[in-house]
């Protein structure tokens, strides 16, 4: 068995994910989440999904980035629209 990280259970089923050349051991999504999940600098939030990256900063959505100061930075991109 492995032990999480994250909450410390020791459990038959855990799993682990590499990153950035480190091996972490997790027994549930929501540890391995809590854990890894940047955090929006704006709102606070854990970042799940894809994110906003501007710079050396991150953001859950175009808006908190542009709260921050960032410019540029769209929710959608019009249809047609290269990046």
Known sequence: ?????TCGNDYDMAF???AQGT???FDSFQCAIDKMAPICEHCGTKVIG???QS???WYCCAHCARQEGSSGIVDRVTAGATA
Do not use: K, L, N
Not at 1 to 5: G, H, K, L, R, T
């Open 16 to 18: 682990e994910v590499r």
């Open 55 to 57: 710079g050396d900063h």
């Open 1 to 5: 068995m492995a032990v999480c990280e």
């Open 50 to 52: 894809h994110g906003v």
């Open 23 to 25: 091996t972490h051991t």
